[in-house]
C-alpha cells in the first residue's frame, strides 16, 4: 500500500457521470482501491445532465481522462458520442463504462456482470430459473442481456408502455435469437401479468429508480401479497439501503438483496478496464460495503 499516496501532475483521471451523484460511494470505493495498490490515479464525481453530457465529454477527452463511469440517466444518451461498443454494450443497448485510448472513446457494460457476480456471491443460484425484471433502462437491459447470457431460463420484462416500447420489444427479440433464453416484454400496468410473472419466478429484480432517494416512499410493485417466502427479491438501488421494495419483501420471509454488492463488483470490472489490475475487492468490501440497513 502508497501510505503516501496523493495527487500529482501525472495522476490519470478517471470519473463517475451522472444526476444525481453526491450519494455515490464509487469514488470512494476506487480511491481506495487506488491507494491499496499504490496507483497514481483518481476518481471524481461529476452531476451532468443528458443537456451537458457532450460538452462534459469532449471536455473530458481533450484534457486526458482515462476512463469514466455512466449512472442515471446517461447510459444511452452516451451511445452516440462514441467510437465503438463492446458485443456486451451493443447488445444492451447501454454504457456505463468508458475506455479512452489515444481519445478514441469505446462503451463497455459492467453492470450485467456485477449484478450476477453479486447473486452469486450470495450463495444463490438462479441458472436454469426465470427471472421477473422491472425496467428497461440501461442497468435492466445489461442485468437482462448477462443473465442470458449465463443461463437464465427466461426473463419477463416489465416496463410502462410508451414511446419506447416497440424499441424495447426489438431488444427483447434480438437477446432471445442471440442467447436462446426465452425473454418477454410486459406492460407493467398490467398488475395480474405481474403477479403471474412473479408466481413463476426465482427472483424479481427491481432496475428502475423507483423507491430512491429522496422519494423513498414509492415501491415498484402494487402489491406486497405478490410476494412469496420463497422469493428472492433483488433492489439494484443501494441508498437507501433498505428501499421500501425491500421492506414489503422482508415482511413477506423472502430473501432480500440491495444494490451494494452489484456496485461493488461492476466497480470493480471498470477498474481493471482502465487500469490493467484487479480491484482488492475484499477489503474494499469489508470496508465501504456493509449490508446494515
Known amino acids: 500500500m502508497n501510505m ?5 501532475g501525472a495522476t490519470k483521471l478517471t470519473a ?4 444525481p451523484v453526491a450519494h455515490s460511494i ?8 487506488f ?5 497514481d490515479y483518481v476518481y471524481l464525481a461529476f452531476d451532468v445532465k443528458p443537456e451537458d453530457l457532450k460538452t462534459t465529454v469532449e471536455g473530458l477527452n481533450a484534457a486526458g481522462i482515462c476512463g469514466f463511469n455512466l449512472t442515471m440517466p446517461l447510459k444511452v444518451h452516451i ?4 467510437d465503438e461498443l463492446t458485443p456486451a454494450a451493443r447488445l444492451a443497448g447501454a454504457v456505463n463504462t468508458v475506455i479512452v485510448k489515444n481519445h478514441r472513446l469505446t462503451g463497455h457494460t459492467t453492470d450485467g456482470a456485477g449484478y450476477m457476480r453479486s447473486i452469486s456471491d450470495e450463495g ?3 441458472i436454469g430459473k426465470k427471472m421477473t425484471l422491472l425496467g428497461a433502462g440501461g442497468a435492466a437491459t445489461a442485468i437482462c442481456v448477462q443473465a442470458a447470457l449465463d443461463g437464465v431460463s427466461a426473463i419477463d420484462m416489465f416496463k ?3 414511446d419506447s416500447w416497440d424499441k424495447t420489444e426489438e431488444f427483447c427479440s434480438r437477446t432471445a435469437a442471440e442467447t436462446g433464453c426465452t425473454i418477454r416484454l410486459r406492460d407493467i400496468g398490467r398488475d395480474y401479468l405481474l403477479a403471474e410473472s412473479i408466481s413463476e419466478s426465482a427472483i424479481l429484480t427491481n432496475a428502475t429508480s423507483v423507491g430512491m432517494a429522496p422519494d423513498c416512499t414509492s415501491s415498484p410493485i402494487p402489491d406486497a401479497s405478490m410476494l412469496r417466502r420463497d422469493l428472492i427479491v433483488s433492489d439494484i438501488i443501494y441508498n437507501p439501503r433498505e428501499t421500501l421494495l425491500l421492506k414489503q419483501a422482508r415482511a413477506q420471509g423472502c430473501t432480500c438483496l440491495n444494490g451494494l454488492y452489484m456496485l461493488l463488483y461492476q466497480g470493480a470490472e471498470s477498474f481493471q478496464c482502465w487500469t490493467g489490475q484487479k480491484m482488492p475487492v475484499e477489503l474494499i468490501k469489508e470496508k465501504y460495503f456493509s449490508q446494515e440497513p
Open 35 to 39: 491507494r491499496q495498490l499504490g496507483l
Open 79 to 82: 451511445l452516440p458520442l462514441l
Open 26 to 33: 464509487s469514488p470512494q470505493m476506487h480511491n481506495e482501491a
Open 4 to 8: 503516501n499516496y496523493e495527487i500529482t
Open 160 to 162: 410502462r408502455k410508451n
Open 124 to 126: 444463490h443460484n438462479i
Open 16 to 19: 463517475l457521470l451522472g444526476s
